[in-house]
């Protein structure tokens, strides 16, 4: 059974940093699509972030509303996904979500993954 488990939302300041976490199991995601999704209230869920293998290497998106302020990261060794979030905004108020993946073309599109973790809460106050 795969599952996906988001840790380390929170409530943070404006300008302040998290790091988010997801921790994979129930197969190798080594060759996975990973990627980082977020909702807002009202909003459809958004593409943040993710991290695709190529077959040679891994190949890093980022929206770009989010560029230059997050990063994505990944540790195969421990089945984990890292985003790095720094300069947080108020508009980066949402759950964030974990997603994994094998088919599908387009990283950005939530089509692209099978499996979802059950979201973190990030919330930025000003």
């Known amino acids: 059974q795969v599952q996906l488990v988001e840790s380390g939302g929170g409530l943070v300041q404006t300008g302040g940093s998290l790091r988010l976490a997801c921790t994979a199991s129930g197969r190798t995601f080594s060759n996975d699509r990973m990627g980082w999704f977020r909702q807002a209230p009202g909003k459809e869920r958004e593409f943040v972030a993710s991290t695709t293998w190529s077959g040679a290497y891994y190949t890093g998106y980022l929206a770009d509303s989010v560029k230059g302020r997050f990063t994505i990261s990944r540790d195969n060794a421990k089945n984990a996904l890292y985003l790095q979030m720094n300069g947080l905004k108020a508009e980066d108020t949402a759950v964030y979500y974990c997603?994994?993946?094998?088919?599908?073309?387009?990283?950005?599109?939530?089509?692209?993954?099978?499996?979802w973790g059950q979201g973190t809460q990030v919330t930025v106050s000003s």
């Open positions: 997603a994994s993946g094998r088919y599908g073309s387009d990283s950005r599109s939530p089509a692209s993954y099978e499996f």
